[in-house]
């Protein structure tokens, strides 16, 4: 009788561990909901690019902010080197196509991408790059071409596009078209107020915005473009998070790839340290926010960069660091993804390129 009233006991012990356990898990999956996702793609930002923060900075990099740490293989369809709209495109619309594809898949069909599955949902969606605004990357999360030479094409899906903040360059492709068309006027007329000058801070509620900086690409650090990429970030996310829904953010650093063609490391270390400093602006939002998954990662790697040992007079010098460059092209490295806050557990390990498109869905849809 005793004994079995142990066994009794023991066995509600046991039922009261699991329900117990189940509804701490419970709990841990809650956690792990994402209300807002910030994602920084360093165009061409491979290990060596990133570590170049670490040799060259005059601080403990922003980098070192992330809890998990992944790596990414990106062979785009047909190639075994992926160029810049096949890696943007796996992220947002979470399948490989080839290159050259801008939110289209392999058969050249449009598909939804996160921002646009993030705008359906009430959230707020944003875009920012030091290059074009329609150039690969940015234009992979708003535009459905087969192309990414088609500028004039891209920049009318952006028209018809709801990204409610955009900065970056190439107004001439909004302005000055080969159709005669001002898509300026277009943007006006859906309540999206154009600025060719500079990125306001006083953003007003119940408008959208798009800076357009430059006629193409916006300058170098190096030849003055001054704080833009992680003030605009800043800006964005202060006028981003006064949703309700939450929102969906993309920041490109899209020069430490020019850098890497040129095979430039100056340009390389430069536009490094400036994309650590807007992840670092991301960070301290995210931080303070704590619903906010932030992701650092980049589509491929450029110039096959190396931090190596100098020869000098035949001899390995280990005291020295010197760049050293393999190509003038991409390469086919394995890409850091280093992530933040929710859901970021989920991006330790090693996984393909368009997975990262699973991983922050299921961040943003568990919270639904
Ligand atoms: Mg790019
Ligand atoms: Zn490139």
Redesign the pocket.
């Known amino acids: 009788m005793k004994k079995r009233l142990v066994q009794v006991l023991g066995l509600l012990g046991i039922c009261v561990l699991v329900s117990c356990n189940a509804g701490t898990q419970r709990l841990a999956k809650q956690e792990a909901q994402a209300k807002n996702i910030i994602l920084l793609i360093g165009?061409?930002m491979g290990v060596a690019q990133l570590s170049t923060a670490y040799y060259y900075g005059n601080q403990t990099p922003n980098f070192s902010r992330f809890p998990f740490i992944g790596l990414h293989e990106n062979a785009p369809v047909g190639a075994k080197i992926t160029?810049?709209a096949a890696g943007a495109t796996a992220f947002s619309i979470g399948e490989k196509s080839y290159n050259g594809a801008i939110g289209v898949d392999q058969d050249t069909l449009p598909k939804e991408t996160i921002l646009e599955w993030a705008s359906k949902q009430g959230k707020r969606t944003g875009i920012i790059s030091t290059c074009t605004i329609t150039h690969a990357t940015p234009a992979s999360f708003y535009a459905h071409v087969k192309s990414r030479n088609l500028h004039e094409d891209i920049a009318a899906d952006f028209t018809l596009s709801n990204v409610d903040f955009a900065a970056g360059g190439g107004y001439q492709y909004f302005l000055n078209r080969e159709d005669g068309q001002n898509l300026f006027m277009e943007l006006e007329g859906k309540g999206v107020i154009t600025d060719t000058t500079a990125v306001s801070r006083d953003l007003e509620q119940g408008h959208r915005y798009a800076f357009l900086l430059g006629a193409t690409d916006l300058p170098k650090v190096q030849e003055g473009r001054g704080d833009f990429l992680p003030q605009t970030t800043e800006v964005a996310l202060d006028f981003l998070s006064q949703g309700d829904e939450g929102f969906f953010l993309m920041v490109e650093g899209s020069q430490i790839?020019?850098g890497?063609?040129d095979n430039d490391a100056d340009y390389i270390i430069n536009e490094v340290l400036d994309f650590d400093r807007a992840v670092g602006a991301a960070l301290d939002f995210a931080a303070k926010d704590g619903n906010t998954l932030v992701i650092v990662t980049a589509?491929?790697e450029?110039g096959g960069f190396s931090l190596s040992a100098p020869l000098i007079f035949g001899q390995t010098d280990y005291q020295h660091v010197r760049p050293t460059f393999s190509t003038g092209?991409?390469s086919a490295s394995l890409i850091p993804v280093l992530a933040y806050g929710p859901g970021a557990e989920e991006f330790a390990g090693i996984y393909q390129n368009h997975e990262i498109y699973g991983k922050m869905m299921q961040a943003f849809q568990v919270s639904k």
């Open positions: 165009d061409g160029d810049s790839d020019w890497g063609h589509d491929h450029t092209g991409h």
